[in-house]
């Protein structure tokens, strides 16, 4: 069933920020504390949000159940994910409402798979495999994804490298013994800075940003991965795992068909903010599969555990 504006509104910032009393809620939304009382009872006798009582002070928080009247969606600012517009339309028949989130950092989109503040997210299967493990499984990988579309930047000064921390740049980072110290950034303008400056020597980075540092004069090479983003899942979607996944295979199959598709290219562009003919020279960096790599996370395990609980974890992080 389709909610009002302004219950989206509500169910959209109780997932950003977890928990918020009523009068915040109010303040955030715009509307009258009146009104956001009514829509929180509504929503609350849908099973969408809980309500707690504290002193005089109510507190409202998403329930599990919120992802049927707002269904989340993540993705990384990359060119990797041109099936995520077919996608986003197939789910839209079966959930009420769905939207997009474009995410900079492959971890932090992971986290907030396990979080419920997106509902299903592709992110690097290191990601998820880390997140599924500290977050005590509040989130699954249900689906295949993407792979390749990475390489290594070298810049005219400076030394180790820099990546994105449990992603499948440190995971190249790894697989091609990249010389330390490894720095860590949140986001492909930070690494694409940080070698240009001379912070760090080498960079890895997926596309497009991958084609701007080529563009930019850089030195660059391609990172063989065998894998990279996935599709995960909150927790309570796991009953819907097969037509999820059914809809995602559909929607890989249809973006194979249309890759040379000028349209797909531009209207790829505008959701993650990049150049028309720059997504289009990037997309066929990719191999795509419609199920979950199992055999190759097996070959690679010894390497994901590197970089998801690297040996050094103890010296950097004990102060």
Not at 74 to 93: S, W
Not at 236 to 256: C, M, N, P, Q, T
Not at 292 to 315: C, D, G, H, I, S
Request: net charge positive; hydrophobic share 40%; with cysteine.
């Amino acid at each position: 069933m389709r909610k009002s504006k302004s219950s989206i509104e509500m169910i959209r910032l109780l997932l950003d920020y977890g928990t918020l009393t009523l009068s915040e809620l109010a303040r955030l939304s715009g509307y009258s504390r009146s009104w956001a009382w009514k829509s929180v009872r509504r929503l609350a006798s849908d099973g969408v949000v809980t309500i707690e009582k504290r002193g005089g002070t109510l507190i409202v928080r998403p329930s599990s159940e919120a992802y049927k009247h707002l269904l989340r969606v993540g993705i990384l600012r990359a060119t990797e994910y041109p099936y995520i517009l077919p996608f986003i339309k197939k789910l839209r028949n079966i959930f009420a409402n769905v939207e997009l989130v474009v995410y900079d950092e492959a971890f932090q989109l992971a986290f907030d798979i396990a979080l419920g503040k997106v509902h299903l997210g592709m992110a690097p299967a290191v990601s998820h495999l880390l997140t599924h493990r500290i977050s005590g499984g509040l989130s699954y990988i249900i689906a295949g994804g993407s792979g390749g579309g990475a390489g290594i930047i070298e810049g005219p000064s400076g030394e180790g490298h820099i990546t994105t921390m449990a992603s499948s740049m440190e995971f190249c980072a790894e697989l091609e013994g990249l010389p330390f110290p490894r720095k860590y950034a949140r986001s492909g303008d930070e690494i694409l800075g940080s070698v240009e400056s001379g912070n760090a020597k080498y960079g890895v980075l997926w596309q497009p940003y991958l084609t701007i540092a080529k563009r930019r004069g850089l030195k660059t090479r391609e990172c063989d991965l065998p894998f990279c983003c996935v599709l995960g899942a909150n927790r309570a979607l796991l009953d819907k795992a097969d037509a999820i996944r059914k809809l995602f295979a559909e929607s890989i199959r249809e973006v194979r068909r249309k890759l040379s598709d000028p349209l797909l290219a531009e209207s790829y562009s505008r959701i993650i903010g990049f150049d028309k003919h720059l997504v289009r020279e990037s997309l066929n960096s990719y191999v795509f599969y419609e199920e979950p790599p199992r055999e190759l996370l097996r070959q690679y395990w010894n390497t994901l555990r590197e970089v998801a609980f690297p040996e050094r974890a103890l010296r950097e992080a004990v102060l």
